[in-house]
């Protein structure tokens, strides 16, 4: 709540000063252990984030405004980090991570269909070049839930990612390889454990990626015996057995030396720039919060001196002005005493 209503505005600025509420707690972790891991808490900072999220969409009756969209933007990329710092992501999901992000990124994702002759084709559309970013990053946690153990958070990815594949064009040959490496990087991670629920999600999805890529990839000409393309009962079986088998190396060498390579130039080219820009911004989340340290640390200072000279300082002068006056008020008792002694003497 203090993340997203106790910041005004969508703007960068606004954004950098709510990314320093996440390099805070880095900077304090370093230093100090914290009760719960560093993880969960920031975890849970992004799972509120998305709950209010979706409560003022609620609020304004489902109508996204300039505002929503920002915030979805930039809270999207936060996340996308969020997933992409560890390769092993099992701890950093949960019931409602997942019931915040899809939602939102359902909220987020612009379709727009363009008629071609007899066949319309709905593309997603890049308004500008946050939304470029905004459609990767999501791509981006959608393959990172799919390759999730638990079968209720990979299966609404599955969806979306089926969905999405079906409504728009591959954009060239890069895009494919690098969803085709995706895919396939998981159903090798999971061929260990022989989960075959898990291959029913994915399987379908190799199977539109193949079919959709079939010659722009020249599958045609390096791996036209490839069983997906074969419209039989047992095709998605057959290409279990097919890519996991020790005796048929052709799949393998296919993804090494064909896919990998383009897979890799998408990386490069699309993936890692945005990347990179994170690794920016937390840079100046890091550098604005040091240097509100420090001016909080000079103004310390500053009214460190003002309390010593307003209020130390003549206390020490009151103190130095009460004491001589004690000093002279003795002093005049002790003259006084002895003219009495004195007087009596005399008598």
Request: proline share 3%; glycine share 4%; aromatic share 8%.
């Amino acid at each position: 709540m203090v993340l997203w209503k106790g910041i005004a505005n969508a703007d960068d600025e606004a954004w950098i000063n709510r990314g320093q509420i996440f390099s805070a707690l880095r900077y304090l972790h370093r230093d100090y252990e914290f009760y719960l891991p560093i993880v969960y808490i920031e975890r849970r900072i992004l799972e509120l984030s998305m709950e209010v999220c979706l409560n003022d969409l609620k609020l304004s009756g489902g109508k996204t405004t300039s505002v929503y969209d920002n915030n979805c933007r930039e809270l999207i990329k936060i996340v996308d980090d969020f997933l992409s710092q560890a390769t092993d992501i099992t701890y950093r999901i949960t019931e409602n991570f997942i019931n915040g992000i899809l939602p939102i990124l359902d909220s987020m994702l612009i379709f727009e269909e363009n008629g071609t002759g007899d066949q319309t084709v709905s593309t997603l559309v890049s308004h500008d070049e946050h939304w470029t970013e905004t459609s990767l990053t999501g791509l981006n946690i959608l393959l990172n839930l799919l390759s999730h153990p638990n079968l209720s958070y990979c299966g609404p990815a599955s969806v979306r990612i089926h969905s999405l594949l079906h409504s728009r064009p591959l954009n060239g040959r890069e895009e494919a390889a690098y969803l085709l490496s995706n895919v396939n990087r998981i159903l090798s991670s999971i061929a260990q454990n022989e989960d075959s629920e898990h291959f029913g999600y994915l399987l379908p999805i190799m199977k539109t990626i193949i079919d959709k890529s079939y010659e722009i990839l020249q599958m045609n000409v390096q791996i036209p015996n490839v069983p997906l393309r074969k419209a039989t009962s047992t095709a998605l079986d057959d290409f279990r057995q097919y890519s996991s088998s020790s005796d048929s190396q052709e799949w393998q060498m296919f993804i090494q030396r064909h896919i990998e390579p383009l897979a890799e130039h998408y990386r490069s080219m699309s993936i890692r720039p945005f990347h990179m820009n994170m690794k920016i911004w937390w840079n100046n989340c890091h550098e604005m919060m040091m240097i509100g340290i420090h001016k909080r640390n000079r103004q310390i200072g500053e009214e460190k001196l003002k309390f010593q000279s307003h209020i130390v300082e003549h206390w020490h002068q009151r103190r130095r002005s009460d004491q001589q006056r004690m000093l002279k008020l003795a002093k005049q008792r002790r003259i006084h005493q002895i003219h009495v002694e004195k007087e009596w003497k005399d008598r």
